[in-house]
């Protein structure tokens, strides 16, 4: 696994904050993934209008201020493209939107945490599983595992490897590490993602100034 540092310098005391913003490019399809059939209710539609369609569930390659990474996202209600894109705190996004709120963003931290940051998810059903299920935290988790399911609530996916899926909805209800080592990338006309972050030496005390540096995992080669 390659490491590069971004020298972002990000504001808060939790150390991931809205304080910068990186110029993002949406380069197609990732390493792992697949096709999913998603239907959205409760007043949700897909960016074309359309209430179900088949859409590219895993890993999104991407270029971040020139350096190739590859990513997940939060929505499904905006189509992933390139721009400028905000770096903010993992419980306000996605945007526009109020926020998921730091259950759900818990949860993320969760299931991140609990497969290394992601990096443990290569396989084609268990990077379209790890993408079906954070779906599922932003729009249908409230706090039990019971609401994070493919077949019902405001997200219904057909195509998610059920063990897969069941072992990540777990992790991210198992009540463990919610160190916030993600944070969100957010542009109001595209599709927010997700950025793996590790603090650099010394990041607790600098986060308690208010600043901290991180580090985002590129893609492997």
Do not use: H
Not at 44 to 55: D, P, Y
Not at 133 to 142: L, Q, S
Request: a negative charge; glycine letters at 10%; proline letters at 3%.
């Amino acid at each position: 696994m390659k490491k590069s540092i971004l020298a972002l310098i990000l504001a808060g005391a939790a150390g991931v904050a809205s304080a910068d913003s990186v110029n993002l490019t949406y380069d197609g399809q990732g390493t792992y993934g697949s096709t999913l059939t998603v239907s959205l209710s409760g007043g949700l539609f897909f960016q074309n209008g359309s209430s179900s369609t088949n859409i590219w569930a895993g890993r999104l390659a991407v270029t971040v201020d020139g350096q190739s990474a590859e990513t997940y996202c939060t929505e499904l209600t905006q189509w992933a493209a390139s721009g400028v894109f905000d770096i903010i705190a993992l419980p306000d996004a996605p945007r526009p939107g109020e926020g998921m709120g730091q259950t759900k963003a818990d949860a993320i931290q969760q299931l991140y945490n609990a497969t290394n940051g992601a990096m443990d998810v290569d396989t084609d059903a268990e990077a379209a599983a790890f993408q079906a299920v954070i779906w599922e935290i932003v729009y249908d988790y409230d706090g039990t595992e019971a609401t994070m399911s493919t077949t019902a609530g405001n997200v219904q996916m057909l195509g998610v490897n059920a063990s897969l899926f069941n072992l990540y909805r777990g992790y991210a209800n198992a009540n463990g590490d919610k160190t916030p080592y993600v944070a969100a990338y957010t542009n109001d006309t595209a599709q927010d993602m997700l950025f793996t972050v590790i603090p650099l030496p010394g990041a607790a005390l600098m986060a308690g100034l208010g600043l901290a540096g991180v580090v985002i995992r590129r893609r492997r080669a």
